[in-house]
């Protein structure tokens, strides 16, 4: 599905997504991806979703959103609490979508001025 920007020049948004890629203003990514207003980290991780670890939250941590929305591909699927703790302790809120939703909410969050991360895993 295409997305249609509102705003092209207000950094980094998603502006298609499929079942196996999204597209970052207008540049397509078969890896996961993880994604600010102002930054995108191709490639945050290349676990799937049953081999993420806390270090792969952390680095997520490190970039201090207000909110972290993780798109987890066609299936919603939950993250233990243990690999949480770095979110937890920095007082990020954390949101699970599957991969479509998660492209669409941080398009209107960014579009808000909401400092807002997705972290995408196709």
């Known amino acids: 599905m295409k997305l249609q920007l509102s705003n092209p020049d207000s950094g980094y948004t998603f502006t298609a997504y499929g079942d196996d890629y999204i597209a970052v203003n207008g540049k397509r ?21 049953e081999m993420l670890t806390e270090a792969d939250f952390a680095k997520l941590a490190a970039l201090a959103p207000e909110i972290l929305l993780l798109g987890t591909g066609k299936t919603l699927r939950f993250p233990t609490p243990e690999l ?14 599957d991969t479509h939703a998660a492209c669409r909410t941080y398009n209107i969050l960014a579009a808000e001025g909401r400092k807002v991360a997705a972290a995408i895993l196709i």
């Open 29 to 49: 990514y078969n890896t996961n991806v993880a994604l600010l207003p102002g930054q995108m980290l191709a490639e945050w991780t290349s676990a799937s979703f």
């Open 84 to 97: 949480l703790q770095p979110l937890m302790a920095a007082r990020i809120g954390f949101e699970v979508m």
